[in-house]
């Protein structure tokens, strides 16, 4: 049973247009969403996080939108650059819980197309 | 600042053969966390450290893998004996203890061991 979804494998975009990767959540607990980046033979590394208290995020050219109504979240990138072709995974946890277990989607791969 | 170390970054073994997997932290780093991610999937959480104690191992199959942290610092994780399904990406990632305001804190990453078992 996936709680984080990521329903598309990939994504192509033009460099310097807008990139936006959707994730959509079902565990109606989850109130902290974050967004990692992972290069081929590297972990995955933190790019931005929101809190179910907001709607919207924006560090630099990365900016997470949250719909709790929807349980959907999406990561915009303006503009894309070539640097940001990777493995981009949704992920999310019930911060209240001690565990703070993490529960990632499956990626979606971002080609930036010269 | 040293990122989370992990040994070896590649293993290939038969089946029924046994493996284990070293992972460094970040230091001062409270919480240690082994992950993993078979092909096409995310990472998924098989058990997680608080010094050195176990807070959540309900996803490691445990007739067959083990972990432990005995000093609170490194930690190990082994898998005796190995299956082919087991063939994936083995994650280190660290993190600080809980912030004051109560959100996770940022997990850190390592390179991960790629195991092929065969």
């Known amino acids: 049973d996936q709680q984080v979804k990521q329903n598309s494998p990939s994504l192509s975009v033009q460099e310097g247009r807008i990139s936006i990767l959707n994730c959509d959540y079902t565990?109606?607990?989850?109130?902290?969403f974050l967004w990692y980046k992972k290069y081929p033979a590297e972990g995955p590394t933190f790019l931005i996080s929101?809190?179910?208290?907001?709607d919207k995020n924006e560090d630099g050219r990365f900016t997470v939108f949250l719909n709790k109504s929807a349980k959907h979240l999406s990561l915009h990138i303006v503009p894309s650059q070539p640097g940001d072709s990777a493995v981009y995974f949704c992920?999310?946890?019930?911060?209240?819980?001690?565990?703070?277990?993490?529960?990632f989607g499956k990626g979606t791969r971002l080609h930036i197309l010269p | 600042e040293a990122g989370v170390a992990q040994s070896p970054r590649y293993k290939i073994i038969e089946k029924r053969q046994s493996v284990a997997f070293w992972c460094n932290p970040i230091s001062g780093h409270a919480t240690l966390y082994w992950y993993q991610q078979i092909l096409g999937q995310g990472p998924k959480l098989l058990i997680q450290?608080?010094?050195?104690?176990?807070?959540?191992d309900s996803q490691l199959p445990k007739d067959r893998f083990s972990a432990e942290r005995l000093k609170g610092v490194d930690s190990t994780l082994k898998i005796q004996p190995a299956k082919l399904e087991d063939s994936a990406v083995y994650l280190c990632?660290?993190?600080?203890?809980?912030?004051?305001?109560?959100?996770?804190?940022?997990?850190?990453f390592g390179p991960g061991t790629r195991l092929l078992v065969l």
């Open positions: 992920a999310a946890s019930e911060s209240r819980n001690r565990d703070d277990k993490i529960i």
């Open positions: 450290f608080q010094n050195n104690g176990v807070v959540d």
């Open positions: 929101i809190s179910s208290i907001k």
């Open positions: 990632a660290s993190s600080l203890d809980r912030s004051p305001l109560g959100y996770q804190e940022t997990q850190y």
């Open positions: 565990n109606s607990m989850f109130d902290y």
